[in-house]
């Protein structure tokens, strides 16, 4: 089992930027795929950006060269750098962690950016 706890979000300009940090409760490197999903109001649940134990990225085409998923094996923490932010990119931010099998979620946290 892996716990995770988001922090980071608030409010932001257009244009603006802001860090995501999602701290995991075991080390990450035994976890095989971690990634940041959003949820839009009326919207479903979408995949932002992943990581893979190996260090691979996969980021969805919206935050391609704007969004940098990163992790610290030493702080078990996994980051999104979010910049260049549109008012479209408002949500709730959500890490998500792949372990064997089975699929652990934060509680996530709010991102606003405003026009």
């Known amino acids: 089992q892996v716990q995770l706890v988001e922090s980071g979000g608030g409010l932001v300009q257009a244009g603006g930027s802001l860090r995501l940090s999602c701290a995991a409760s075991?080390?990450?490197?035994?976890?095989?795929?971690m990634g940041w999903h959003r949820q839009a109001p009326g919207k479903q649940r979408e995949l932002v950006a992943r990581?893979?134990?190996?260090?691979?990225?996969y980021y969805a085409d919206s935050v391609k060269g704007r969004f940098t998923i990163s992790r610290d094996t030493a702080e078990n923490t996994v980051y999104l750098q979010m910049n260049s932010l549109k008012p479209e990119d408002t949500g709730v931010y959500y890490c998500?962690?792949?372990?064997?099998?089975?699929?652990?979620w934060g509680q996530g946290t709010q991102v606003t950016v405003s026009s």
């Open positions: 075991r080390s990450i490197r035994s976890i095989n795929v």
């Open positions: 990581i893979t134990s190996g260090g691979s990225t």
């Open positions: 998500n962690a792949l372990l064997s099998g089975f699929n652990y």
